[in-house]
């Protein structure tokens, strides 16, 4: 029986088959990691009751990219599991807020690295955690805590995902990923917490085998579909990304 390819035509069917209410994580840790084109296909596929979980939701950088936010405008969010709920500068404004603020959108907050470890630890089939981060915060309201060695710890749940939405730079048709600068912030645990992986490649796919086993940043096993971005593709700088 011949292996199915991993290799999308186009971005519409490599998201193709998303259920209402996933759970969908978006990876990118600024630009050069966030999959741009996916999410832009995303916003026509008509899922509903969504919860995205990345470090933000965007949007306030110019001129605006498809982001979380486009997202909740169109009414296809319920929730948002996000290090950042507002914008990190008093002069930005992130889309989102506003719904959040009014209640139309669920929004839980979590410290950034906090975020990655759920993230982790639902990839490596932990299913809590305690961490001192966060304790004696609005965040710990009510929830669990236990002390470890006179010091106060939260507990902390895994975060496992539906889909995972993330960007790399070089891939093989294996599915082994190469990451670049801050793509590897986010990505690779957000695929290992995943159900489903689909990837947007810089660069053409390469033949299986193509790469040095000790550089592969992701292993295959954990992604399910590509698609390389063309040319005329969302992706700022995609020239010097192409290099």
């Given at each position: 029986m011949a292996r199915r390819s991993k290799v999308f035509p186009d971005f519409a069917s490599a998201i193709q088959g998303i259920e209402d209410g996933s759970t969908i994580g978006f990876g990118g840790f600024a630009m050069?990691?966030?999959?741009?084109?996916?999410?832009?296909?995303?916003?026509?596929?008509?899922?509903?009751?969504?919860?995205?979980?990345?470090?933000?939701?965007?949007?306030?950088?110019?001129?605006?990219?498809?982001?979380?936010?486009?997202?909740?405008?169109?009414?296809?969010?319920?929730?948002?599991?996000?290090?950042?709920?507002?914008?990190?500068?008093?002069?930005?404004?992130?889309?989102?807020?506003?719904?959040?603020?009014?209640?139309?959108?669920?929004?839980?907050?979590?410290?950034?690295?906090?975020?990655?470890?759920?993230?982790?630890?639902?990839?490596?089939?932990?299913?809590?955690?305690?961490?001192?981060?966060?304790?004696?915060?609005?965040?710990?309201?009510?929830?669990?805590?236990?002390?470890?060695?006179?010091?106060?710890?939260?507990?902390?749940?895994?975060?496992?995902?539906?889909?995972?939405f993330i960007r790399a730079h070089r891939a093989d048709a294996s599915g082994n990923l190469r990451f670049r600068r801050s793509q590897r912030n986010f990505n690779p645990i957000m695929a290992m917490a995943a159900r489903v992986v689909i990837a947007e490649v810089e660069n053409d796919i390469e033949p299986a085998g193509a790469f040095d086993p000790d550089d592969i940043h992701l292993a295959g096993i954990f992604v399910h579909r590509m698609v390389v971005i063309p040319a005329d593709g969302l992706s700022p700088q995609l020239r010097e990304n192409r290099a």
């Open positions: 050069p990691g966030v999959p741009f084109n996916l999410m832009k296909a995303l916003q026509s596929s008509g899922a509903k009751g969504l919860t995205c979980v990345a470090n933000t939701t965007g949007g306030a950088g110019q001129p605006r990219m498809p982001d979380i936010g486009h997202l909740v405008e169109l009414g296809m969010v319920k929730k948002v599991i996000c290090a950042f709920t507002a914008a990190t500068r008093a002069s930005d404004q992130l889309p989102f807020t506003k719904y959040y603020e009014s209640g139309e959108v669920e929004a839980e907050l979590v410290p950034q690295g906090t975020l990655a470890e759920r993230m982790r630890a639902a990839g490596a089939g932990i299913p809590a955690f305690y961490t001192p981060t966060a304790v004696g915060t609005e965040l710990a309201a009510g929830r669990e805590t236990r002390v470890f060695a006179g010091r106060e710890y939260l507990l902390e749940p895994a975060l496992p995902l539906d889909y995972a």
